[in-house]
C-alpha cells in the first residue's frame, strides 16, 4: 500500500514539475508533463481539444507497476497557446481515453479501469470538474475489453461517430488477432453519458487476405461519398498499409468495402481528419524509414519520426513533410499524436520518449513526457533539410 500511495502522490506533483522545474531545452516543444525512468510510471494516450474561447484542455494517462491496478487520466488547460499548462485535475479509473468537445461540454471516452468496459464522463467547467463514470457497453468476459485511445470523433448529420475496438486475448502470440473493429455513433442532442444514446455497427475481425496479425485503434472518417468509414491501424512489419472499410448504415459494415489501403505509418497509431479549407486528409504518423530499420525490426517499433501526410481520397497518401526525427528507434519517440487544426496551423500533443537527463525513457514504448507541438502553416510545411535522407 505505501508504494502505491507514494507513487500517486509523485504522479500528482508531475503537473508543477513539469511547469516549474528544470527547462528541458533539448527536448522538441512543450513539456507539459515528465516523469524520469525511476519512478517506473510512464505516460500515454495523449489528447487535445480547443475550446471556443481558444482554450486548450489536454490530458493523458500513466501506466506502470507502481500504480497498478489504478487507472488514471489527468487533465491540464492552456491559456496561452499551449506555451504554458496548468494541471486541472485527475479523473479516476479510466484510461486509453480521447477528448472531444460539443458546445464546450467536454467529454472523455476511454475504457475503465478495473473491469475494462467502456466509458463516458463529460465536464461543463474546461475539465476542473468531470461527472461520475457512465459505463456504455460492459465487457462479455473476464477476457475481453475495449479500446478506443484517443482517436477522432466525426459529427455527420446531427451525429457524432467515433471508431471503436473490442479487443480479445491474442491467438497464439499474434499480436491484435482477435481485435474487432466497429463504430459507434449518437444523436449530438442526446444524453450522451446514457447507453442507450448510443448505436453501435457490427464489428469486425482482420480479415485474412490482409497482411497482418491484427488491427487496432479505428478512425471513424467521413469519406467524400457521404458514407462513414473506419480507417484501422494494422500490425504489420513493413508498417505501409492500413485497413479500410465503410459502414453501410450506422449498424451494418459493408463487408464489400473491406480493403487495405497504402498507408505510410499504419502499423502504429495515427488519427485522420478531414479538412474543409485544403480539401484534404491529413494524418500525422510514424515514419517506418528504410535506412534506420534493423534486422527483424517491425514497424510499429520506429517511433522517432513524425511525418504529416495527405490524400485527396483517403486510399492514396503522400507525405508532406517531416515534423519531428531522430535516429534512435530504441529509446527516442513522438507517437500516440492526438491532434486539432488551428486556422492555418496544426497543434498536437505527443506522448515523448527522449532524453531528460536523468537516464532518459525505459524505450520507446514508455515514454517519459507528454509534450505539445505546432506546426505552422501545415499545408506549405517542408522537411528540414537535416531530415531528407531519411525519406530516401
Partial sequence: MKIIICALAAAISL???AQNGPKYEKVPGVVIVHSPKSTGVHVGTPSIVILSNGDYIACHDMYGDPIKPKRLVRVFLSKDKGKTWQFQT??????????FTI???VYLIGREGINHSMAITRSYNAGKTWDSLSILK????KEDGFHGSSTPVVFYKGRVYKGYDHIFPDD???????NRSFIMSASVTDNLMSPKAWTYSSSLDLPDSIDGTGWLETNAVLGRDGAIKGIVRIASEQGMHAGFYSLQSDTKIDLASVRKIDFPGGATKFNVMWDPVTKKYWSLINYPATILRQYKKRAGGMRSILALTYSEDLISWKIQSLVLATEDVNFHAFQYVDWQFEGKDIVFVSRTAYDDGEGGSLNYHDANFITFHRIENYSESKTPAAFEYLLK
Fill in 138 to 141: 460492459e465487457r462479455k468476459t
Fill in 103 to 105: 458546445h464546450d461540454t
Fill in 15 to 17: 503537473a508543477t514539475y
Fill in 172 to 178: 497464439k502470440g499474434k499480436w491484435m488477432s482477435n
Fill in 90 to 99: 485527475q479523473v479516476d479509473n479510466i484510461h486509453w481515453a480521447g477528448l
